[in-house]
């Protein structure tokens, strides 16, 4: 075996470590997860120009009653 790729070995202690890690971040996520939504959305709305009450009002609107 070639020492360069001795570098490239992951054992058990540092997966390990990494996957832990990264569980960890995902469960906060996933606590979270509506707050994160919600503070993206507010954000990607910012960007758009679009606020939520005029997106939200757009959907309710009804036809007029004479229009087919």
């Not at 540092?14 to 990264?22: A, H, K």
């Not at 569980?23 to 906060?28: D, F």
């Amino acid at each position: 075996m070639r020492l360069e790729l001795l570098a490239f070995y992951g054992g058990p202690d540092q997966v390990m470590t990494v996957t832990s890690g990264l569980a960890s971040i995902l469960g906060l996520l996933l606590i979270f997860w509506n707050k994160v939504t919600a503070s993206f959305f507010k954000v990607w709305n910012r960007i758009r120009g679009n606020s939520p009450s005029a997106a939200s009002q757009a959907s309710t609107k009804t036809p007029p009653e004479g229009a087919a």
